[in-house]
């Protein structure tokens, strides 16, 4: 059976883009053999305040940190889209375009994975796609299934995979979970070391680190 041309899709508000992304995505893109990791930068977050960064700055921080990384690109199909950014709607417009015979997989981490019962239409998301969930250092293993909603425990229980293969057999419908290592890094701590005045350029690819000084965002002089 041939192997499906796999695509990996990293939703997130991106306010701003960091180094734990690019990590993330390098690594999945490596160890699952993506052909190509598109970076999906949200117009209006369902489940966070309205972010004080405008989309269009948020997408140029994007955009600026996998310039010269020809298998990663920006996917501004969120931006273009009037009202709320769901995740169902924006698979609905890949598959429209890309058509079935593409695997997608939805990398998150352990964080926002917890949230998916709050997600618009959620039940159905694994119709379009597949979930790589990766553990964030912080916090939030999804191990501590304490505070995993039943609800989703039993949707894991019933599309767990623990073969990456199957990624590229199926277009759709398996979790994976894949160990990372992933960095300890978060937009909310970034821009709160910004407020502060404190360094964080060893965070960021440095044309956001510059991107954000030159517009003075999260207060940065
Ligand atoms: P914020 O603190 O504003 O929520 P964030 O750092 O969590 O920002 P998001 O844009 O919310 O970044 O994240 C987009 C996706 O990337 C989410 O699925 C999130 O779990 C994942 N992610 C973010 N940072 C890391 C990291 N350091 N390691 C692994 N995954 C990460
Ligand atoms: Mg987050």
């Known amino acids: 059976m041939s192997l499906l041309r ?6 997130g508000t991106f306010n701003p883009i960091h180094n734990g992304h690019l990590y ?19 117009a209006m977050p369902v489940l966070k305040a309205a972010p004080e960064v405008s ?11 996998i310039a010269g990384k020809p298998s990663f690109k920006l996917d501004p199909l969120e931006l273009a889209r009037a009202g709320k950014s769901y995740t169902i709607d924006t698979l609905l417009a890949l598959r429209a375009i890309l058509g079935n015979e593409v695997s997608l997989c939805w990398l998150i981490g352990t964080d926002a994975f917890k949230s998916l019962p709050a997600w618009h239409r959620w039940s159905e998301l ?17 191990s501590a299934a304490v505070d995993v909603a039943p609800a989703l425990q039993t949707l894991i229980q019933q599309h767990i995979t623990h073969d ?17 290592d992933a960095l300890d890094i978060s937009s909310t701590h970034i821009r709160q ?7 964080v350029h060893a965070q960021l690819p440095a044309e956001v680190f510059a991107y954000i000084k030159q517009h003075h ?5």
């Open 6 to 11: 796999s695509i990996g899709l990293l939703g």
């Open 24 to 42: 993330l995505a390098e690594q999945l893109k490596r160890t699952l053999g993506l052909n190509e990791v598109r970076f999906i930068p949200s």
């Open 55 to 65: 989309a269009a700055q948020r997408a140029e921080m994007v955009k600026r940190a």
């Open 126 to 142: 694994l119709d379009y796609c597949h979930f790589v969930v990766v553990q964030r250092p912080d916090n939030s293993g999804l």
């Open 164 to 180: 990456a293969q199957d990624l590229k057999r199926l277009s759709h419908g398996k979790i994976l979970m894949q160990e990372i």
């Open 193 to 199: 070391q910004l407020t502060a005045g404190e360094d």
């Open 217 to 221: 965002l999260y207060g940065a002089s």
